[in-house]
């Protein structure tokens, strides 16, 4: 079992920044690859980036990329999405979620641990 915890979200205006993290415990954090999802209301839930075992793969959604950055310290079991220039549209509970391994195109149903998720909402 892979227990994940986010956290780092929060209310920030549009043009703004964040920086999620997702704590992990239990097996080795190492031996999974990593990505980060998220959910709007009344929206499925949707790719935002995800990462390989040692960070040398990465993937973003095509709405994500060049705004957002994900990246992991297996030293302290944690990964991260930076988030900037934020849109009203970002807004959405954010989801990280655990594999054994790395595959760009792995959706939503392909992650076995997933976290409670953090709250981002951005003002216009």
């Known amino acids: 079992q892979v227990q994940l915890v986010e956290s780092g979200g929060g209310l920030v205006q549009a043009g703004g920044s964040l920086r999620l993290s997702c704590a992990a415990s239990?097996?080795?954090?190492?031996?999974?690859?990593m990505g980060w999802f998220r959910q709007a209301p009344g929206k499925e839930r949707e790719f935002v980036a995800a990462?390989?075992?040692?960070?040398?793969?990465?993937n973003y959604a095509y709405s994500t990329k060049g705004r957002f950055t994900i990246s992991r310290d297996n030293a302290k079991n944690t990964v991260y999405l930076q988030l900037n220039s934020l849109k009203p549209e970002d807004t959405a509970v954010y989801y990280c979620?655990?594999?054994?391994?790395?595959?760009?195109?792995?959706?939503?149903?392909?992650?076995?641990?997933w976290g409670q998720g953090t709250q981002v909402t951005v003002s216009s």
């Open positions: 979620a655990a594999r054994p391994k790395y595959n760009k195109l792995a959706g939503a149903t392909d992650y076995d641990y």
């Open positions: 239990g097996r080795t954090f190492s031996n999974y690859a």
């Open positions: 990462i390989s075992w040692n960070g040398e793969n990465t």
